[in-house]
Structures are given as structure tokens and as C-alpha cells.
């Protein structure tokens, strides 16, 4: 599977197996994590069987079971647009374990941050954490908006490349589906905005990485 593939197969799953990350895997993976974290200045952790940070009444409400590992999001709280970085080095995160066979699920809200494992320095903060393992299920491709919505521009005559990004960030997540967005095709670039609100800035750099990755043209 190609990560732009992974952009089409990738939903959130909240249902694992009770099974371990294959070794192999959890190996690639963590090395790819850390180089992620290492070259953009972030402190990236990827805890593995700890169900405790699920094991709690928010978790469960959230429909949440046998979730063994995840990623704790940490950055220092004087990084610049930390929210942004979060979101785009962890989508790219999510799509190759989705071509590894794993799935995931973003979470802000329903974890317990008490019970969460991660290193947090006093200059860090943690964002959020992103579930990982095997799916009971592959997940279900969320509702979206109109296009018209979320893209001002005439997708008629825009350029292919254009029109495969827009797809692409049509199918990101964001939190509670919220799709707060814009996208504007400026001379030959795309820009990607954010209407503001809660989490909406972590959404804007899961937005613009599965645009790039789906139109393969970077975003302003
Ligand atoms: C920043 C962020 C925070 C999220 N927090 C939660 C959460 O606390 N609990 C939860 O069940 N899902 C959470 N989600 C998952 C979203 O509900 C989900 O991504 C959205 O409904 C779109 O579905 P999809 O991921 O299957 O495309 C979060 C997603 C994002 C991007």
C-alpha cells in the first residue's frame, strides 16, 4: 500500500485485538517515529503495551476497547506552530502505519492523560495521543462536507494535482469531524486556512499533509 493509498484506506478504529505489534514492525515503527521526532525538534513517544491509558470512563464512553499502545504527541510549548507540527508529522505517522497493516485513531479528548505513560518536561506539553494495533474492524469513511464548502475554487478547470489534494484532505481526520477549513488554488499553489476554534490548528496539519500527500505538491 502507497501512502496515497493509505489516505483512501485510513478511518479511525476505537476496537483492537488483543493481540502485541509484531516485533518487526514495532521496530520499524519506532525507528520512524524517532527520526520524525529527532529532525523536527519534537519529543514523539511511542509507548507500547500500556492499557491503562485507555482503562478509564472517558476511553469507554468513547467506545474505546483493548487499546494496548499509542503515541504520546509532546512538544516543547516554545515550538513554533507546535499544534500544526503535531498534526502534520502525525498524519504522516498514522498513513505509514496504515501501510504496515496497523490502524489508528486520533485522540485529544478520550484517553486519560493522568494514566498516559509519556515523558512530559515542564517546557513540553502534551497534545494529544493517536491509539495504534490491530483493528477489530478497518472503520467507516466519515461524513463530508461539500466540497464547495471547504475548497474555493473552480475544480473544473483546476489543475489534476489540485483536485487529487482536495480529495485527500476531504478525507482527513479532524477533530469531531469538524472540517473547519479552506482551501484556495492561489497562481499555482495551494493554500490551506483554518477557520479557527479548538483543535483546529492540529486539524490544519493533518489537512495539509494528506493534501500533499494525495497531490504530491507541497502547500503554502
Ligand atoms: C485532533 C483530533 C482529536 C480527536 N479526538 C478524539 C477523541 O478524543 N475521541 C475520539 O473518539 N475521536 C477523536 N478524534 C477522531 C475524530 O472523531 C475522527 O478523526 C473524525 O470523526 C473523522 O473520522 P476518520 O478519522 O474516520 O476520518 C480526533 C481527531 C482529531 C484529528
Known amino acids: 500500500m502507497t501512502i496515497k493509498e493509505a489516505v483512501n484506506e485510513r478511518h479511525s478504529v476505537r476496537q483492537y485485538k ?3 505489534i509484531e516485533k518487526e514492525t514495532e521496530k520499524e515503527l519506532r525507528e520512524f517515529i524517532e527520526n520524525i521526532s529527532d529532525e523536527n525538534g519534537l519529543d514523539l513517544q511511542f509507548i507500547v503495551n500500556d492499557p491503562e491509558c485507555f482503562d478509564s470512563f472517558l476511553a469507554h ?11 504520546a504527541m509532546v512538544g516543547n510549548k516554545q ?3 507546535l499544534d500544526e507540527a503535531i498534526g502534520y508529522f502525525g498524519e504522516e505517522i498514522v498513513l505509514k502505519a496504515q501501510t504496515m497493516g496497523l490502524n489508528t485513531c486520533w485522540v ?7 494514566k498516559c505513560k509519556a515523558r512530559v518536561g515542564k517546557d513540553e506539553k502534551l497534545l494529544c495521543v493517536i491509539s495504534i494495533g490491530y483493528g477489530e474492524n478497518q472503520g467507516q469513511a466519515h461524513k463530508s462536507k461539500p466540497v464547495e464548502k471547504l475548497c474555493k475554487a473552480d475544480l473544473s478547470t483546476a489543475p489534476e494535482w489540485f483536485n487529487e489534494g482536495v480529495d485527500g ?3 482527513a481526520p479532524t477533530a469531531l469531524n469538524q472540517q473547519k477549513f479552506v482551501i484556495t488554488l492561489d497562481g499555482d499553489n ?4 483554518s477557520k479557527g476554534g479548538a483543535m483546529t490548528k492540529i486539524d490544519l496539519g493533518i489537512v ?8 504530491g505538491r507541497k502547500v503554502l
Not at 108 to 114: D, M, P, Q, R, Y
Open 108 to 114: 485529544a479528548g478520550t484517553f486519560s492523560k493522568k
Open 190 to 193: 495551494a493554500k490551506i486556512t
Open 61 to 71: 464512553y468513547g467506545k474505546f476497547t483493548n487499546v494496548q499502545n499509542y503515541i
Open 208 to 215: 495539509k499533509y494528506n493534501f500533499e500527500a494525495a497531490s
Open 169 to 171: 484532505a476531504l478525507k
Open 18 to 20: 488483543n493481540i502485541p
Open 79 to 81: 515550538y513554533p506552530n
